[in-house]
């Protein structure tokens, strides 16, 4: 059993406050959009410049137009702005944005994140994130826990290109929601099916407890 990206969107976007100023990267982490609780409307940024955009049109209604940095068609809101490509980094690097929310490769227990790669098969060079990173206020990762072959995603130390060093503060996995303090891993809810065993057995770097771990439950999405 594992959560679906969905449902990890869904999970990540629960903590996401009203009228925060915030960035979703590109894949998994796009689909926070969909799930802003009721009676809380985030402010959604692209690097591509604009600001307040809202969800993502019905498949033949995409105006190409007006995308996000993912090349994903989106939709205007009253009050949407437009801006430089110059000016959309400006902000990120003038501490504006309160969350990104990301992808990954490989996070580390120090909070280290490696989220591209020059590899046969990677982006080539590491983009926005690099700024992203140091540049929101907090910095959640949206995660497979593992590899396509079960390798650890969350490790004691990155073995990939960095893109940003003891940044994220929060991982929302396929299995776990689990913080980074002070240099180590704290799981704080997992899927109520999985054993603290079995969840240390698949993560490559020691899994803290501070009281108690509630279970991680989400909508069937």
């Known amino acids: 059993m594992k959560l679906s990206p969905a449902q990890m969107a869904w999970r990540a976007a629960q903590d996401i406050t009203d009228g925060a100023?915030?960035?979703l990267g590109i894949g998994f982490p796009e689909m926070v959009a969909k799930f802003q609780p009721p009676g809380r409307e985030a402010i959604f940024h692209t690097e591509n410049g604009i600001l307040g955009f809202g969800e993502a049109p019905p498949a033949g209604a995409e105006d190409w137009d007006l995308?996000?940095?993912g090349k994903k068609a989106v939709t205007l809101k009253p009050g949407t702005a437009f801006f430089h490509h110059a000016d959309s980094f400006a902000m990120v690097r003038g501490g504006h944005l309160d969350v990104a929310i990301l992808g990954a490769y490989e996070v580390a227990e120090t909070g280290d994140l490696a989220n591209w790669s020059t590899g046969p098969k990677g982006?080539?060079?590491v983009g926005g994130a690099m700024d992203l990173v140091h540049g929101a206020r907090r910095v959640a990762v949206m995660t497979?826990?593992?590899t396509k072959d079960g390798k650890p995603k969350l490790?004691?130390?990155c073995t990939l290109?960095?893109?940003g060093v003891g940044c994220v503060t929060r991982v929302y996995s396929s299995h776990a929601v689990i913080d980074i303090?002070?240099?180590r891993f704290v799981l704080r809810e997992k899927l109520p099916s999985l054993s603290h065993d079995a969840l240390q057995s698949m993560t490559?770097?020691?899994l803290h407890l501070d009281g108690p771990v509630a279970d991680l439950v989400v909508p069937d999405l």
């Open 67 to 69: 995308i996000n940095a």
């Open 161 to 163: 290109p960095l893109t």
């Open 181 to 183: 303090v002070g240099g």
């Open 144 to 146: 497979d826990h593992v």
């Open 155 to 157: 490790l004691e130390r």
């Open 204 to 206: 490559g770097a020691v």
């Open 123 to 125: 982006v080539p060079a």
């Open 21 to 23: 100023y915030v960035n």
